[in-house]
């Protein structure tokens, strides 16, 4: 398990991508056009594939779906980078997607934060702890509350069977105090909230990033992730400002349509994966729409140029 763990942390402080899962016209997954997509960021050397994660809604799918995705995923990438197969809901559910995905092959499970309205936030750290005792590959922690202790978190950093946590907070300050605090764990802190607060995570000691980005122009990410990893933060800041724009239009709605514009982006590029499903925000507005328009064209053409 230790050169299995390592190998995860090592991934983890690169991008991890979070594919969308295209539809047919009958709202069913498209698994021809997933496995398109996962073998060209496959290609394109993305080095963690998160497969049902967030963009690809997780929450709006069946668990016979995830399943599905799961086992897409990890053939069409053919072990030419690291598969992390989500799972979550309840911890029971979330153990018997986790078994399923390790026996097609998962290199990881990533659990998503468990969304119980109900939840005591030490419980919350105990649901990924569960998890990590019962999986028999290395967990990824996706964290998305700032209400956790420090000693919530360290429990998750100690834990022998998990690999790193994706912090998925805007609360800086805590994340540098739970740095400080966890010196002496080998867990992975990553920016789990994408490219754009990648600079201010890193300089804080995470590493690597997750991105839905990835979907649309893994070449920005990776030249993204190329700067920070050199400490050239000028760079990593004027790459991160050609692709504000579209960043900004995924938080509209509270965050509802951050998948919409992952998917429209890629309409925009020839690649029609379908629509998002309710409850995220379906389609772009007109102007939302020529915005995008603009912002896709212009780092395609820079794409194209470099």
Known sequence: MTDTLQAVRTALTGISGVPVTPYRPDGSVDTRKLTDLIERLAAARVHNLMAAGNTGEFFTLTMEEVREVH????HAANRQTLVSAAVGRSLSEAKALARDAIAEGADAIMGHHPMDPFAGPSYQARYFLDLADAATVPLIAYVRSDSFSIDDFR?????????GIKFASTNLMLLADIIRSTRDAPAIWVCG??????????????RGFTSGLVNVFPERSHAIHRALEAGDYPAARTLIDGIAGFEALRTKYNNGANVTVVKEALGMLGTDVGPVRVPGVTALTSDE??????????????????
Do not use: K, Q
């Open 289 to 306: 729409r020529s915005l995008l328009r603009a912002i896709v064209d212009r780092v395609d053409t820079e794409t194209r140029a470099a």
């Open 155 to 163: 429990s998750l950093a100690l834990h022998g069977n998990i690999a």
């Open 71 to 74: 086992r897409v995923t990890i």
């Open 193 to 206: 909230l994408a490219e754009g607060w990648a600079p201010a995570f890193y300089a804080l000691g995470a």
